[in-house]
């Protein structure tokens, strides 16, 4: 279910990651640095934040909504939290909603003893499995997906906790980033294709897993490996490292929209990095789709990286045509009506004296809805500049994703409704170009993309999708059995 909530533009015109996932084992203070690693994920889900740890004997959580300073800055917080095993979670929501009962790691006290997990990612078989469980007698807490977890490994009949999860596992389909806490110990794990990211650390004699690289800097962490697709990494307390690969080699389709917008700059994605990963697809653009303008400028921040690769490979300047307020949060008051302004005019302002006169390229990481995109060629306008050309770093967003990123319904994706020319007359552009998907894959280190094995999950853009999307088959199946007039 796609939900509007505070921290997303007014119209829901961007793509966003769900969450970030932390975890931290064997460590001293393993609460606070799952804390200062969640600090790092930030971005990756501003909703919510939460933190379990077990001290050897009992487990602790705390939770709650906003973000991670909010709610885990004081050494009081820190202190409700003791022991060397933590995992953390940040969160948008899209399966299930909003409120503290869908806040993770989730938890419950299973037969075996206490278990926690965090997940980033997305079932697209969790209603299906939800309702054969309810049928069964299961009570569900939430109405997160991540949930199924839970009750599929307290009803699978293997004796060890591994074999429990590995079982209810093979019965998921989607995308997965686990960081799972039991009695016994730590284990991490991907999906088959590894849609999500994670990675594995070691700080001192404490092993860390994280969404991104850029939460092992944090936290002091050297980086290790990514986890593979597929693979489980179990880690227990005396400091063994075992890793188990139960669902055999499948190919690897990590989503290559970690390298357009989600991931930070400063992480290491599929042993790229970020930075220069954007910086490429910008002189992509630049090579296949050039225009004569005066500046490059990027729609900050996510624009940053891709018009710096731009302007250099085109030899058009690269300026600063549009400034970003970052002080624009959840508790942002209307004075009165006069004075409300929309979330563009609010987040970012033309630097005027910059770009009057002058003929712009913009560059921006994605379009979905188009209403920003058209908003911020207004204000460039309005700013005075001669033409504004469009320059997007990914190719046209046309498909929805069910694998953990929050996207409108496809009837709300502007490349699903209209071709290249219509979308340039809406955002009211004189020029409108996107990166080819070969030439997105040629920025990310690969060859041209392989249409018979894709080296990335890239169906938001080909409609490609790797696994089985059950919840969507059932869902459209019922409701081509009801009248026109009663499809929702």
């Known amino acids: 279910m796609n939900l509007t909530h505070p921290f997303r533009d007014e119209d829901g015109d961007k793509l966003r990651e769900e969450c970030g996932v932390f975890g931290a084992v064997n460590a001293a203070d393993a609460a606070a640095a799952t804390a200062l690693g969640l600090h790092a994920l930030q971005h990756r889900g501003q909703e ?11 487990f602790y959580q705390r939770r709650g909504l906003g973000h991670v ?27 299930g909603g909003s409120g503290m009962r869908n806040i993770q790691p989730l938890y419950a006290d ?16 969790a209603g299906t499995l939800r309702q054969e469980l309810v049928s069964k007698g299961a009570i569900f807490q939430s109405t997160s997906d991540t949930e199924v977890i839970i009750h599929l490994v ?18 998921i389909e989607g995308a997965y ?32 897993f994280a969404s991104e690289t850029v939460a092992l800097d944090i936290v002091g962490a050297e980086f290790v490996r990514q986890v593979e697709p597929g693979e489980l990494v179990k880690v227990d307390f005396d400091g063994n490292v075992d890793s188990l690969h139960p669902f055999g080699a499948r190919g690897s389709r990590p989503c290559i929209f970690e390298h357009v917008y989600f991931s930070r700059p400063d992480s290491i994605f599929d042993g790229r990095s970020v930075y220069a990963a954007r910086k490429a697809i910008g002189e992509q653009l630049a090579i296949e789709s050039p225009v004569e ?16 690769g731009y302007a250099q490979q085109s030899g058009v300047p690269f300026e600063l045509g549009i400034i970003r307020s970052h002080y624009v949060g959840r508790t942002f008051i209307q004075p009165s009506d006069g004075a409300r302004h929309s979330s563009v005019k609010r987040k970012h302002n033309a630097n005027r004296a910059l770009v009057e006169g002058k003929r712009i390229v913009l560059i921006d990481d994605s379009i979905v809805r188009g209403t920003t995109s058209l908003k911020i060629v207004e204000m460039m306008r309005e700013a005075g500049a001669a033409e504004v050309h469009f320059r997007v770093a990914s190719p046209p967003t046309a498909h929805s994703c069910f694998y953990g990123v929050d996207t409108p319904e496809r009837s709300k994706l502007l490349a699903a409704r209209m071709e290249i020319e219509p979308m340039r007359e809406f955002i009211k552009a004189d020029s409108l170009a ?44 019922r409701e081509a059995q009801l009248p026109f007039d009663k499809v929702a």
Request: glycine share 10%; net charge negative.
């Open 69 to 95: 300073a909010e709610n885990f800055s004081s050494s009081e917080a820190i202190a409700e939290l003791p022991g060397f095993m933590a995992a953390g979670h940040v969160r948008y929501s899209t399966t």
């Open 434 to 477: 996107f990166v080819s998907i070969d030439g997105l894959y040629r920025a990310v280190g690969h060859d041209a993309r392989n249409t018979a094995c894709p080296q990335f999950c890239d169906a938001c853009f080909t409609g490609d999708y790797p696994t089985p999307l059950t919840d969507l088959a059932t869902r459209e199946h």
């Open 293 to 308: 303008a005066d500046l490059v400028v990027p729609v900050p921040d996510s624009g940053v990286p891709a018009a710096i």
């Open 154 to 171: 307290a009803t699978s009949r293997y004796p060890t906790m591994i074999d429990r999860l590995i079982d209810a596992l093979r019965l």
């Open 48 to 58: 919510a934040a939460g933190i379990i740890s077990f001290d050897g004997g009992e």
């Open 177 to 208: 980033a686990l960081v799972v806490m039991t009695p016994e110990g730590m284990i991490a794990c991907r999906d088959p294709l590894g849609i999500r990211p994670l990675v594995m650390g070691k700080m001192g004699d404490a092993t860390v």
């Open 110 to 125: 299973l037969a075996s003893g206490g278990f926690a997990v965090a997940h980033n990612g997305n079932i697209s078989n």
